[in-house]
């Protein structure tokens, strides 16, 4: 996970996440990837010089830059009821 400050001038804090197919991938909304209710994240390729448009990704195809899944409450909303 690869945190940096935004460079929009809002003062927020930016995630990077590796997708399946290896891209990095800029996510444009972090709570919504923390809401385990959300099966998808806004975000945008991160490949380039080029700012890429926006778009939605499953949080499913979404890893950390070190190969990890992200953690099973970010995207079960039952979690806490299953084993």
Known sequence: M?????????GGKLMYLKHKN????EVLKV???????RSTVSGRFHAGEEL???????????LFPSGEALPRCW???EYKLTD
């Open 2 to 10: 690869v945190h940096k400050e935004s460079s929009q001038g809002m």
């Open 22 to 25: 290896a891209s990095m991938v």
């Open 31 to 37: 709570a919504d990837l923390c809401d385990p209710c």
């Open 52 to 62: 890429q448009e926006p778009a939605e990704f499953a949080k499913k195809d979404l």
């Open 75 to 77: 995207l079960d909303p």
